[in-house]
C-alpha cells in the first residue's frame, strides 16, 4: 500500500510536471517541483515505515537523497541559498533579460527546506497541510491541496487516526488500487484547481442585513410558528411558501396555539365575509396575547397576504395587537419583519413586485402523509374584470420559469405524491419570457369569440407547452389546473387533456353570469353566445369531460331578466359543480369610470352616477357634479362600509336639510 501511495504522490506531480512544460515554465520553476516531489514522497514512504516499527522519522533520508536528474538534494539546496544571497547583484541583469522572479516564489523555495525537515515530527496528512500553508499562493498550493485529497481517497489512514494494519485487516478496509486510481482526480481535475480560486458563498445563502438589524436578529432562535390558513389554493400555496423561508432562518413549526411565539394569518380579501372572519379571529387572539406570561417571550401576530395588501394600514392602526404585515410578494422579508417586531415597533412590506415568482423557494408541505400537492406556476392577473381585487392585491401577471416548475413536479413524483395541481389567478394565460430564446415562440391563439382587456402579447412558453412537459414526468401522477379563464382555451390544450391519461377530464370554467349586458359590465371579454360555443366545442373534444364554474349574483345593475339567464345557462350546460356567491359590495371594489365617489356625514363612502342632474341652487340649470360639490343622492343599495344610489340634484349643506 505504501507504494502504490508513493507512485500515485508522484503521478500527481508528474502532472504538474508536464503542466508546467506545456506552459513554459522556467527552469527553477521546475526544479521547485522535483524538490517539492521528492521531500513529500521521500518523508511519506520514510513516515510510513517508521510508523509502522513504531519510530519516529527522521530528515535523514532526505539530505540524503537524490532528484530524478541525480542532483544530490543539499546541493540544489545550497545552490538555492546562494542564488537568494546574489539575487541583489543579479537584478540588473534579470531586469534586462526579463525574467525577474516573483518574490512570493522566493520567499516560498528558501523556506521548503525548513519545512520539509519539520515534517518529521508530523502526521502525514499534518505534513500536506503544512506545505499547503507555506505554499498556497500560486500553482503548488493546488498540488498540496491534490496531495491532501488524494491521501484522504486513497489511504486507508483515517484523518483523525492512524490504525493498527491488525485493526485495518478487522474492519476490511483494503480495496484494489487500480480501481479507485481510475476513479481519482483526473488531468482536467487539475487544472481547474489550479486556475479557478475557491467558490465564494453565493449572495443569496449569505445576504447582508439591513443597517440596523444584525445576522444574529435575522436568526428565529428555535421560536415557534402557528400558521392559519384562509381562502383559496393559492393561499395554502403561500402559506407553504412562507414556512420555507422561515424554516431555513431557524424558525419551528406548532401545531399548538398555546405554544407559539409567532402567529401569522395568511388572509383572504375576494369577498367581505373572509376579510369579517379575520377581524373575528384578531379579537380572539387578543386575549391571548394580553395574558401572555411575562417569562415567556412576547407574543407577535402577523397578517399576510391579499388582506394585508388591501387595508395596509387601516390593520395596524385598528388593531394594535397586530406587529408585522407582509404582502403577497413580501414573504421573503419576514425574517426581517419579525427581527423588527422584536423591539416592540410594528413592521410591515406590502409591496408589490412585478417578477416575484418565489421560483427558487421549494415549498414544505404541511402534511407529510399528503398524497396531492400544489405547485405555483404563475402570480397575478391581467384581465382586470371590473369586480375582482386580485390584480390590486397580487400584482400584475408574471409566470414563473418552466424549469423551476418541472424540477418542482419531478421533485414531488420521487416523494410519492399522486396528484399535482397547477396555480394560478389565471392559470391557463401562462407565458414563461425568462430566456431570449421563448420569445421567438408562436403566441398561441384566443378561445372563438374571446377578446381581452390588455393589448396582445407575444412570445413565450404557453400553457400547452407545460402541461405536455409536466404530463411526462410522471404518468401515474394526476395532474389538474385551476383556476383559468374561459379565453384561454385554444385547441391545443384541449387536444393534450384529451390525449394525455394522467391529466384529469375537468376542466374549471368560470361564467360569472348568463347575461351578455352583465358579462360586458364585468369586463369578461366573451358574451353568452361565446360561451356557450366554447361549451359545446369542450364537449366535443373531450368527451366525459366534467366542468365545473363560478357564478355572481346580484352584480351592479343586475335585474331580474339577467338573473333568470343565468338561470338558463345553468340548466342549459348542466355543470357538474357549481360555486354561487352573492356579490359583494364594498369599499375595495373597483367603481366604474362613469361613477363618482363621495362622503356623506356619517363618514361612509357612497357612489353614484356621474350624470347631469338638477340645480336646486340656479332653477333650471343642468350640470355635472364636480369636486367639492354638495349633491343630494337617493340611496338604493349598501353593505357595512359602501353606500350606492343616483344622484338628485346639487345642493348646499343649508338647503339640504329640506330634503331630510
Not at 513529500?40 to 530528515?59: G, I, L, N, Y
Not at 449569505?206 to 421560536?223: F, I, K, N, S
Request: glycine share 6%.
Amino acid at each position: 500500500m505504501i507504494d502504490e501511495t508513493v507512485g500515485l504522490l508522484s503521478s500527481t506531480f508528474s502532472v504538474f510536471h508536464t503542466y508546467s512544460t506545456a506552459n513554459s515554465h522556467s527552469l527553477r520553476f521546475k526544479r521547485s517541483v522535483a524538490i517539492c516531489q521528492l521531500g513529500v514522497t521521500t518523508w511519506f514512504r520514510e513516515a510510513a515505515e517508521d510508523f509502522q516499527s513504531q519510530k519516529r522519522p527522521t530528515p535523514d533520508a532526505i539530505d540524503d537523497a537524490l532528484l530524478p536528474d541525480g542532483t544530490p538534494w543539499t546541493e540544489i539546496a545550497a545552490e538555492r541559498k546562494l542564488r537568494v544571497c546574489a539575487r541583489s547583484r543579479r537584478r540588473r541583469s534579470r531586469e534586462l533579460a526579463g525574467r525577474e522572479d516573483s518574490p512570493r516564489q522566493e520567499a516560498g523555495l528558501s523556506g521548503l527546506r525548513k519545512t520539509v525537515g519539520s515534517f518529521s515530527a508530523m502526521h502525514p496528512f499534518q505534513c500536506v497541510l503544512r506545505a499547503r500553508r507555506c505554499l498556497r499562493r500560486g500553482p503548488l498550493a493546488s498540488v498540496s491541496w491534490l496531495l491532501l485529497r488524494t491521501c484522504r481517497a486513497h489511504s486507508s489512514v483515517p484523518s483523525s487516526a492512524c490504525p493498527s494494519p491488525q485493526r485495518q485487516q478487522e474492519d476490511g478496509v483494503w480495496k484494489d488500487f487500480s480501481s479507485r486510481l481510475a476513479t481519482g482526480p483526473t488531468f482536467q481535475d487539475f487544472l481547474r484547481s489550479a486556475s479557478v480560486p475557491p467558490e465564494q458563498p453565493s449572495s443569496s445563502e449569505v445576504e447582508d442585513p439591513p443597517p440596523y438589524l444584525t445576522v444574529d436578529e435575522l436568526l428565529g432562535r428555535q421560536r415557534r410558528v402557528y400558521l392559519e390558513t384562509y381562502g383559496c389554493q393559492m393561499n395554502v400555496n403561500d402559506t407553504e411558501i412562507a414556512w420555507s423561508i422561515l424554516q431555513k432562518s431557524g424558525y419551528l413549526r406548532t401545531s399548538n396555539l398555546q405554544e407559539a411565539d409567532v402567529i401569522l394569518l395568511v388572509t383572504c380579501s375576494i369577498r367581505e365575509k373572509a376579510e369579517q372572519t379575520i377581524w373575528n379571529r384578531l379579537h380572539q387572539l387578543k386575549s391571548l396575547k394580553s395574558k401572555r406570561l411575562r417569562s415567556r417571550v412576547p407574543l407577535r401576530i402577523g397578517i399576510l397576504g391579499c388582506m394585508a395588501e388591501r387595508l395596509k394600514e387601516e390593520i395596524l392602526n385598528r388593531e394594535k395587537m397586530v406587529d408585522i404585515l407582509a404582502g403577497p410578494d413580501a414573504y421573503r422579508d419576514l425574517p426581517r419583519l419579525l427581527a423588527v417586531a422584536e423591539s416592540g415597533q410594528q413592521a410591515a412590506n406590502v409591496l408589490l413586485s412585478l417578477d416575484e415568482t418565489y421560483a427558487d423557494v421549494m415549498p414544505v408541505q404541511t402534511s407529510p402523509s399528503a398524497t396531492s400537492a400544489f405547485v405555483s406556476i404563475m402570480r397575478g392577473c391581467d384581465n382586470m374584470c371590473s369586480y375582482c381585487i386580485v390584480p390590486f392585491t397580487r400584482g400584475r401577471e408574471r409566470s414563473r420559469p418552466v424549469a423551476s416548475i418541472l424540477e418542482e413536479v419531478r421533485k414531488l413524483s420521487e416523494q410519492g405524491l399522486k396528484e399535482v395541481t397547477l396555480l394560478g389567478q389565471n392559470v391557463n394565460s401562462f407565458r414563461d419570457n425568462s430566456e431570449v430564446q421563448f420569445n421567438n415562440a408562436v403566441s398561441t391563439n384566443l378561445s372563438r369569440g374571446f377578446s381581452t382587456n390588455y393589448k396582445a402579447k407575444q412570445g413565450g412558453l404557453r400553457f400547452a407547452h407545460l402541461l405536455d412537459q409536466v404530463s411526462r414526468i410522471d404518468p401515474e401522477m394526476r395532474i389538474r389546473f385551476t383556476s383559468p379563464h374561459p379565453k384561454d382555451f385554444p385547441d391545443e390544450v384541449l387536444q393534450l387533456i384529451h390525449e394525455r391519461d394522467n391529466i384529469c377530464k375537468q376542466i374549471h370554467l368560470p361564467a360569472q353570469s348568463g347575461s351578455s349586458r352583465v358579462l360586458e359590465a364585468m369586463r369578461r371579454g366573451y358574451s353568452r353566445e361565446a360561451y356557450v360555443e366554447l361549451i359545446h366545442h369542450i364537449r366535443e373534444s373531450i368527451p366525459g369531460v366534467s366542468l365545473s364554474s363560478d357564478f355572481i349574483a346580484g352584480f351592479c345593475g343586475e335585474t331580474e331578466e339577467d338573473h333568470l339567464q343565468t338561470v338558463s345557462l345553468l340548466r342549459e350546460v348542466q355543470y357538474n359543480i357549481g360555486f354561487l356567491f352573492a356579490y359583494s359590495m364594498r369599499q375595495p371594489s373597483k367603481r366604474s369610470a362613469a361613477d363618482l365617489c363621495g362622503r356623506n356625514d356619517g363618514n361612509l363612502k357612497v357612489i353614484f352616477a356621474d350624470v347631469e342632474m338638477e340645480d336646486a341652487t340656479d332653477s333650471g340649470l343642468r350640470v355635472r357634479a364636480q369636486p367639492g360639490d354638495y349633491v343630494l343622492v337617493k340611496i338604493t343599495s349598501a353593505s357595512s362600509q359602501t353606500l350606492k344610489g343616483h344622484v338628485l340634484c346639487k345642493t348646499t349643506l343649508k338647503d339640504s336639510t329640506a330634503y331630510c
